[in-house]
């Protein structure tokens, strides 16, 4: 619950306040959110599983954030950022998707 | 990626997931709930300000992307540089095409007003003498007419009237049963007057040349007088027939 107030209160404040993205991070940040995304839905289905902990939550949620910036980062430098953002956004939506799934399969049976 | 998930498969289980879902959802005031939280809340910070961005467009555009439209951009003027040539040729030649055509019709109103004057359908005016002959005995003779015209197209006249009749290629000096003269058929009363539009300078002395135009007038008793004018104006003029045997050889 505190999660999602958390989220909420984060848009608002977003909006309200229109944080400027520093520069150095602007090619990082779509994917990074991206990430977070996927790790939010992993973490609600975990919760559901009754297999949710917090520790693990924490944890994967700023490595997957991390890599995936770092992959981003890496991409650049190597000269295939775009083709390398991608594949990484590909990754993560598919795991969107598919933890959605199992989602929907554990709160609706049929 | 679903197979840690097991699928309820009774309607208890099925309770149990929904019980897991309502605890989920149901504020716990710890630690790692709080951590959760502001993590979330960065996550919301970070998508406002990401999707702020979006709307410039350029900003956050990786180096690669940004020489690709730098390279689309410069192709698409080098596309624009080509068409602008070809269109400025086009103007180019429409344009010449146009003088072309100025300069063809210019022409040709000027051929059209020549050929207007010495066909003598058009009026003409320009600097020439008038030449009076009187007749007070009648004795001029068409012939001596005629020598007055010839001795002023000799001079370089370019359009002859004799009273107000036009005289051209096709004109006759002939002479009435009264004894009258004539001109293309119109009758002449003395004095005669002859307005010759050319060169003053040249007309002049020819009509007065010994045993010439002048000489033969006062030979018939008649006078021959001549003026030069600055402004002779040729009013007269013939209608044009069109030739009925006759054709343009192609």
């Given amino acids: ?110 | 990626m679903s197979d840690g998930t097991r699928t309820p498969e009774s309607p208890e289980q099925q309770r149990e997931v929904w019980r897991r879902l309502r605890e989920t959802l149901r504020p716990q005031a710890t630690a790692s709930q709080l951590i959760v939280g502001l993590l979330c809340l960065l996550l919301g910070i970070s998508i406002a300000a990401q999707v702020r961005q979006g709307d410039d467009s350029l900003d956050g555009v990786s180096q690669q992307e940004l020489v690709r439209l730098l390279d689309e951009s410069g192709r698409h003027m080098a596309d624009l540089e080509v068409e602008n040539a070809e269109l400025e040729d086009t103007l180019e030649t429409l344009t010449s095409g146009q003088e072309g055509d100025e300069a063809a019709r210019s022409a040709a109103e000027k051929r059209l007003e020549d050929l207007e004057i010495l066909a003598g359908t058009a009026p003409a005016q320009g600097r020439g003498i008038v030449v009076s002959i009187d007749d007070p005995a009648g004795g001029v003779r068409s012939a001596t007419l005629l020598g007055v015209i010839q001795e002023l197209r000799n001079a370089g006249a370019e359009v002859i009237e004799i009273d107000d009749v036009r005289v051209v290629a096709s004109t006759a000096v002939t002479t009435a049963d009264d004894g009258a003269l004539m001109v293309d058929g119109t009758e002449l009363e003395a004095p005669y007057t002859v307005r010759a539009i050319g060169d003053p300078a040249v007309m002049e002395p020819a009509l007065r040349i010994p045993g010439g135009a002048a000489d033969s007038v006062a030979a018939d008793g008649g006078t021959l007088a001549v003026v030069a004018d600055d402004d002779v104006r040729i009013e007269a003029t013939v209608p044009l027939e069109e030739p009925e045997h006759t054709e343009v050889v192609k």
């Fill in chain 1, 1 to 110: 619950m505190i999660a999602i107030i958390g989220l909420v209160v984060g848009i608002v404040l977003g909006v309200l306040v229109q944080p400027d993205v520093p520069a150095v991070l602007q090619p990082y940040l779509p994917i990074a959110v991206v990430a977070a995304l996927d790790t939010l839905a992993g973490g609600l289905r975990a919760s559901l599983d009754g297999a949710f902990d917090a520790h693990v939550f924490i944890t994967s949620f700023l490595f997957n954030v991390a890599i995936a910036a770092f992959l981003v980062f890496l991409g650049d430098q190597l000269g295939v950022g775009a083709q390398l953002s991608t594949a990484v956004i590909v990754v993560l939506g598919i795991r969107i998707f598919s933890n959605a799934a199992a989602i929907r399969r554990l709160l609706f049976r049929s």
